[in-house]
């Protein structure tokens, strides 16, 4: 079984799957009085015909060492992924490799860290790593197949790093 070690979330390291969202940085602006900080426009959303929604999700945690069967993709619209509780999660994303998953990559969000999957991008099914599994959903609302899944006829085995 394949291996891949789960590195930290950064931006460079995630930027040709999606954003990381996170209010690392100065604020673009301050509003409310002076009172709230506000991080300006942080995801590329992108959706095909349809609209953006916004869904919850709960989902069961999982444990590391973690056995990856399974990629999905959303070919009509992006995908954010906002924890609803101050605990990282598991991040799983592949590489296209001509219409199918090639090189797996995984990575571990810091607490307050959330993500947006580019539209198309090959990734692995939400995996938190904590309870409550709960998060707000960013994605496409509309009508027709917007979900691809690929079964690994490999598993690969995500570690800590």
């Known amino acids: 079984m394949t291996e891949v070690i789960a590195r930290a979330l950064t931006a460079a ?25 506000r991080y ?5 959303l992108d959706f095909g015909d349809g ?6 999700f ?10 990856l069967d399974l990629l999905e993709r959303h070919p009509e619209g992006s995908q954010a992924f906002i924890p609803m509780s101050h605990q990282p999660f598991l991040v799983i994303v592949a590489e296209d490799a ?13 607490p307050g860290q959330a993500i947006n999957l580019l539209r198309g991008t090959w990734h692995g099914v939400l995996t938190p ?20 899944e690929h079964p690994l006829a490999q598993p690969v085995r995500i570690v800590a790093g």
């Open 129 to 148: 790593l904590h309870a409550p599994g709960l998060f707000a959903v960013v994605d496409r609302i509309g009508s027709g197949a917007n979900l691809e």
């Open 58 to 67: 709960n989902a069961e945690p999982r444990s590391l060492p973690y056995k």
């Open 51 to 56: 609209r953006a929604g916004i869904s919850l």
């Open 13 to 37: 390291a995630f930027a040709s799957f999606g954003d990381v969202l996170d209010c690392a940085d100065d604020p673009d602006k301050i509003i409310n009085q002076g009172l709230c900080g």
């Open 40 to 44: 300006h426009d942080r995801a590329r």
């Open 98 to 110: 001509g219409d199918r998953p090639g090189t797996v990559h995984a990575f571990l969000t810091a």
